[in-house]
Antibody, heavy 122, light 112 residues
């Protein structure tokens, strides 16, 4: 099964930022939306936000507004999620997941990346 | 935001026996286009979530036919007709009728 390829694990100090990348082998993000979902240790799945590359529109979950920036580089088939002002409770595995259509709504998420562990610790 | 709830939160099943998971949404997931945007995922231990069911009852490519989904509006069910060892993991329902996309808390399934 095709899987998105994410960048490796990161360790950051509280207050700093992290940028995670996601690559779609053999395809582009020109037409499909991309979401980022996180999973804290032992916890469930939480949608962070997403981007509609066709219109360069982003949507973020309210709790991350002002701290997260999701972008794509359509020419290199990469998507990025940057999270700033990191806190210890941001420690989680962050997944990228591609929508089955151009919009974040009304589409399923598949495939997913393998996940990137971000650890926030002093 | 649409709140998704699941019951039970954990389930221990004898191989070969059926299993059923309920998912409820705080708002109807029926869209004006006639489709209902409810999905089921399985996250096996140490793996990324994988799509099982889309739009309530449609099995995704490669998903065994022992998995089935049903429901409408705000009440949905995932059924496994005969649980196998490889079905162990956490099952999530998810809605995409509006952003933010939201997930249920997950139902952990293990084998007796």
């Amino acid at each position: 099964q095709v899987q998105l390829v994410q960048s490796g694990a990161e360790v950051r100090k509280p207050g700093s930022s992290v940028k995670v990348s996601c690559k779609s082998p053999g395809g582009t993000f020109r037409s499909d939306a991309m979401s980022w979902v996180r999973q804290a240790p032992g916890q469930g799945l939480e949608w962070v936000g997403g981007i509609i590359p066709m219109f360069r529109i982003t949507h973020y979950a309210q709790k991350f507004q002002g701290r997260v920036t999701i972008t794509t580089d359509e020419f290199s088939t990469m998507a990025y999620m940057e999270l700033s002002s990191l806190r210890s409770d941001d420690t989680a595995v962050y997944y990228c997941a591609r929508s089955s259509g151009y919009h974040l709504k009304n589409n399923w998420l598949d495939p997913w990346g393998q996940g990137t562990l971000v650890t926030v610790s002093s | 935001d649409i709140v998704m709830t699941q019951t039970p939160l954990s389930l221990s099943v004898t191989p070969g026996q059926p299993a059923s998971i309920s998912c409820k949404s705080s708002q109807s997931l029926l869209n004006s286009d006639g489709k209902t945007y409810l999905y089921w995922y399985l996250q096996r231990p140490g793996q990324s979530p994988q799509l099982l069911i889309h739009e309530v009852s449609n099995r995704f490519s490669g998903v065994p036919d022992r998995f089935s989904g049903s429901g409408s509006g705000t009440d949905f069910t995932l059924k496994i007709s005969r649980v196998e060892a490889e079905d162990v993991g956490v099952y999530y329902c998810m809605q995409t009728i509006e952003v933010p996309l939201t997930f249920g808390p997950g139902t952990k399934v293990d084998i007796k």
